[in-house]
T-cell receptor, first 117, second 112 residues
Framework: GAVVSQHPSRVICKSGTSVKIECRSL??????MFWYRQFPKQSLMLMAT?????????EQGVEKDKFLINHASLTLSTLTVTSAHPEDSSFYIC?????????????FGPGTRLLVL | GNSVTQMEGPVTLSEEAFLTINCTYT??????LFWYVQYPGEGLQLLLK?????DKGSNKGFEATYRKETTSFHLEKGSVQVSDSAVYFC???????????FGTGTRLKVLA
């Protein structure tokens, strides 16, 4: 149980285009989903927290107009990188916290590797 | 503020060697503690967790004990395998925020 999927797993796009990444909790409802960014050989950096039906909360230094997050249902959150540039190339990972989990465990998706040319 | 400190890697071991990866934390209140493992090109997988002092988390031969007096959560395994080669992340979650704070990760390489 507690499986989280991400789609696509890998995407290459041209500079200036927008890219949408989906994060789904497959076998549980997620009260909260998180979006992280990971640079090569570095730790995960939390970008934003999204709660179903409300606006996402962004971490300091993360541009909310650049990284649009929508959490339309208890099993789906999307991250849209708008007007992508080469510096946005990274590994994006989502996680989900089960609705009834009292122990604050997060379950992570397999990640999406974005390359902006 | 809250933080997690992990020993720097990479750690290189021979198969069947004993593994310890140190993790210490700074936090207010009573955090939950986690170890996650990341295999090349993949996301993070929960390895084990502990939610209160003196709890021991264990999974797949890995163990870690929540030590409040030393604010530590060291990861151990008695006999590592080549398949254990990965990056290991220690993390904490403080009650109420549901946000994780990760350590920098420790890369483990096990040689046959």
């Amino acid at each position: 149980g507690a499986v989280v999927s991400q789609h696509p797993s890998r995407v290459i796009c041209k500079s200036g285009t927008s890219v949408k990444i989906e994060c789904r909790s497959l076998d549980f409802q997620a009260t909260t989903m998180f979006w992280y960014r990971q640079f090569p050989k570095q730790s995960l950096m939390l970008m934003a927290t999204s709660n179903e039906g409300s606006k996402a909360t962004y971490e300091q230094g993360v541009e909310k107009d650049k990284f649009l997050i929508n959490h339309a249902s208890l099993t789906l959150s999307t991250l849209t990188v708008t007007s992508a540039h080469p510096e946005d190339s990274s590994f994006y990972i989502c996680s989900a916290r089960p609705r009834r989990d009292l122990e604050e465990t997060q379950y992570f998706g397999p990640g999406t590797r974005l390359l902006v040319l | 503020g809250n933080s997690v400190t992990q020993m720097e890697g990479p750690v290189t071991l021979s198969e069947e060697a004993f593994l310890t990866i140190n993790c210490t934390y700074t936090a207010t209140g009573y955090p939950s503690l986690f170890w996650y493992v990341q295999y090349p090109g993949e996301g993070l997988q929960l390895l084990l967790k502990a939610t209160k002092a003196d709890d021991k988390g264990s999974n797949k031969g890995f163990e870690a004990t929540y030590r409040k007096e030393t604010t530590s959560f060291h990861l151990e395994k008695g006999s590592v395998q080549v398949s254990d080669s990965a990056v290991y992340f220690c993390a904490l979650s403080t009650s109420g925020t549901y946000k994780y704070i990760f350590g920098t990760g420790t890369r483990l390489k096990v040689l046959a």
